[in-house]
Nanobody
Framework: QVQLAESGGGLVQAGGSLRLSCAAS????????MGWFRQAPGKDREFVAA????????YYADSVKGRFTISRDNAKNTVYLQMNSLKPEDTAVYYC????????????????????WGQGTQVTVSS
């Protein structure tokens, strides 16, 4: 059974930074693309970033490109999301997720391509 546990959320002022971590239990972490999504109150869950199993390919939503960086450490079974220049509109619950197919990094924007999700961590950006 795979479990994903996010950490690192909190309250920060606009312009500040946070680093989210997602630790994965279970085997074969290194063969799966990992993604970060977020959901603000009253809104649908939206794609933020993804990273291929090898770490060689990264993908970003236009709204975070240039401000957020996704990375992974396969030796530690952990994926990270470095968030800089945070804006009030970044306020949301952030979730990490694992794609359902190994050695696959297509349709990374689609929540339906992920079959394991963490419980989420709250990020609040004050103006």
């Amino acid at each position: 059974q795979v479990q994903l546990a996010e950490s690192g959320g909190g309250l920060v002022q606009a312009g500040g930074s946070l680093r989210l971590s997602c630790a994965a239990s279970g085997r074969s972490f290194s063969v799966y693309t990992m993604g970060w999504f977020r959901q603000a109150p009253g809104k649908d869950r939206e794609f933020v970033a993804a990273i291929s199993w090898s770490g060689r390919s990264t993908y970003y939503a236009d709204s975070v490109k240039g401000r957020f960086t996704i990375s992974r450490d396969n030796a530690k079974n952990t994926v990270y999301l470095q968030m800089n220049s945070l804006k009030p509109e970044d306020t949301a619950v952030y979730y990490c997720a694992r794609q359902s197919r190994g050695y696959y990094s297509d349709q990374v924007h689609q929540p339906g391509q992920y079959n394991y999700w963490g419980q989420g961590t709250q990020v609040t950006v004050s103006s």
